[in-house]
């Protein structure tokens, strides 16, 4: 099953994807579920499946993608999480994982344009598995983790590099609007079997730039979960962008900046393709 979010018609709405259609589950379950993250709320994500027999049917082509969940209570991130990345950066071992936090509106959705803006051209890129929180809870141990994620999608955690690089707090350089992309859909942990296996790959216009397997995280997801609900309570349809391996563009020789007219790509094994050109922002 992948459920995604998208507007039709401008209204926005969300559904179940098969093959090239879209089920609008949004229209007909409106009433109790208005969007994903109130059916994910109510553990209801195969109830609403078996609705989509009697949904209307969209082609792919038809609709707007949005983040996968647009109205997130919070979304956490972990930096620094892939050795490969934190050698990249010069960066000291630490014993609890790096957490910060963007805003909704720094997302975009599948096949929409990440926004360069106007006040900086240091864009970068990076590939990683978001987690979408199912159940909520506090100080949830490791061994009953995954029993609180919903799904797993894919997410592209673009960074204003001189902005982050303006303080040690990373804040300004993660969420200008537009920056990050999430999507195309949510895939349930049923649907995967050996979540450490699948290979996370970024490229930028067809070219390779990080290349790395789940399995390789210093920080795994169950102390992912463990920690950050030690210090906030996860709520469903709460984002955890679980970090990104070494390769990033700010750290070449010389740095390789995302650009209007290229294209980033970010694919997870088994979780799909998230897609996005980059454009500057309207002046």
């Known amino acids: 099953m992948r459920f995604a979010s998208f507007t039709i018609d401008n209204a926005p709405t969300w559904g179940l994807v098969e093959g090239t259609d879209v089920a609008d589950l949004g229209a007909v379950l409106r009433d109790r579920f208005p969007d994903l993250k109130s059916a994910i709320a109510a553990d209801a994500l195969k109830e609403a499946a078996a609705a989509a027999s009697g949904a209307r049917r969209h082609p792919l082509s038809a609709i707007s993608f949005l983040p996968v969940i647009p109205n997130p209570d919070k979304i956490l991130c972990i930096g620094l999480n892939y050795e490969t990345h934190r050698k990249e950066t010069g960066r000291s071992e630490v014993e609890n994982p790096t957490v910060f936090g963007r805003f909704a509106n720094s997302q975009t959705g599948h096949l929409t344009n990440i926004i360069r803006p106007r006040v900086s051209t240091d864009l970068d890129f990076e590939g990683e598995l978001a987690i979408v929180i199912g159940k909520p809870g506090r100080y949830i141990p490791r061994s009953e983790a995954f029993k609180h994620i919903a799904g797993y999608a894919c997410y592209n955690e673009g960074s204003v590099r001189d902005f982050q690089r303006h303080t040690h707090q ?36 067809g070219e390779v730039v990080q290349d790395a397997t789940i399995s390789q995280m210093i920080f795994d997801i169950p102390r992912q979960i463990e920690y950050c609900s030690s210090f906030t309570r996860l709520e469903p349809g709460d984002v955890i962008a679980t970090g990104t391996p070494g390769g990033v563009g700010s750290r070449r020789t010389p740095p390789l900046w995302m650009k209007p007219g290229d294209v980033v790509e970010v694919e997870i094994d088994k979780i799909g393709l998230l897609r996005n050109g980059i454009a500057d922002e309207a002046v």
Do not use: M, Y
């Open 170 to 205: 990373f804040t300004p350089g993660k969420n200008f609007p537009a920056t990050g992309a999430f999507g195309p859909w949510l895939v349930p942990p049923d649907e995967i079997d050996d979540l450490g296996s699948l290979r996370l790959q970024t490229r930028l216009n």
